[in-house]
């Protein structure tokens, strides 16, 4: 979701006419990217079999859809607004780990969980002290 963030927030940075908002999507899709990284190192270090577990149950039941292709409403947003987007994926994807974690049985699983989870939540934290900042310019 991640990666998916990042490619679409800056394609649509390309798009934009504003500049604020070009600077806030280049913004988020750095964050994105940076946030992609750090998954894959999670995932690279061989306890992903947490992130695989019960991740497509959640995305079916519980959590709103990514629009990443075509024409998004990102396109016709406010600075405001686009952090409020931003930061309900964010909320999305901490929500999957709670998830995650609730479901899990194995402490080293849970561990591997709360860690992926600490680093959602600071970053999602930062993400938004950060769009604050950007739409203040």
């Known amino acids: 979701m991640h990666q998916e ?3 679409f927030a800056e394609n649509c940075a390309l798009k934009s ?5 070009g600077l806030l999507l280049k913004y988020i899709s750095e964050h994105e990217k940076k946030m992609a990284q750090i998954m894959k190192k999670f995932e690279d270090s061989g306890n992903n079999s947490a992130l695989n577990t019960y991740s497509r149950h959640y995305y079916e039941k519980l959590a709103i859809s990514i ?3 075509g ?3 990102f396109e016709k947003m406010d600075t405001d607004e686009i952090a409020i987007v931003t930061l309900e994926y ?3 994807i901490v929500g999957l780990f709670e998830y995650l974690q609730k479901c899990s049985c194995a402490p080293s699983v849970t561990e591997f969980l709360n860690d992926i989870l600490s680093v959602q939540e600071a970053e999602g ?3 938004a ?3 604050k900042q950007i739409d203040d310019l």
Do not use: A, Q
Not at 17 to 21: A, N
């Open 67 to 69: 629009h990443t292709e």
């Open 129 to 131: 002290r950060n769009m």
């Open 125 to 127: 934290r930062l993400l």
């Open 90 to 92: 964010h909320k999305n």
């Open 71 to 73: 024409e998004h409403p």
């Open 5 to 7: 963030l990042h490619y």
């Open 17 to 21: 006419d504003s500049v604020r908002v």
